[in-house]
């Protein structure tokens, strides 16, 4: 591979930065590099693994991009902690709402009124 602005070959792959980066890069197999010669960032299509190496592990963290204090903040424990606690409460919600006939599951059912 080589630079888009110099030509030169001595290039490195670089951070991704951000969530949307993260994200958008992913899902369209690209990656940004960063050439040492001149310093101009772009990115590029990755070029696909020979099968040879092993494949290292991409936490929620990475693949959503998060450097920084963010990524310190929003470990991979935290972000499924947050899903979970978020599951339970629509859970209770939805049995208090059956138990205290906000919802009523007759109605739910039925299907001429």
């Known amino acids: 591979m080589k ?4 030509n030169a070959e001595d290039i490195r792959r670089s951070r991704r930065s951000g969530p949307q980066e993260g ?5 369209k197999n690209e990656a940004p590099f960063r ?4 310093g101009l960032r772009f990115v590029a299509k990755t070029e696909p693994d020979d099968g040879g190496g092993a494949r290292r592990a991409v936490s929620f963290a ?5 450097r920084g204090w963010t990524r310190r903040l929003f470990t991979d424990q935290m972000i499924l ?3 979970l606690g978020l599951v339970l409460l629509l859970v209770t ?3 208090f709402a059956f138990a205290f006939g906000w919802i009523d599951p007759f109605y739910l059912h039925s299907t001429s009124h």
């Open 62 to 66: 990475d693949y959503l991009g998060l």
């Open 81 to 83: 902690g947050s899903l």
């Open 93 to 95: 919600v939805v049995f």
């Open 3 to 6: 630079c888009p602005s110099c």
């Open 23 to 27: 994200m958008a890069l992913r899902f």
């Open 35 to 38: 050439c040492r010669a001149c």
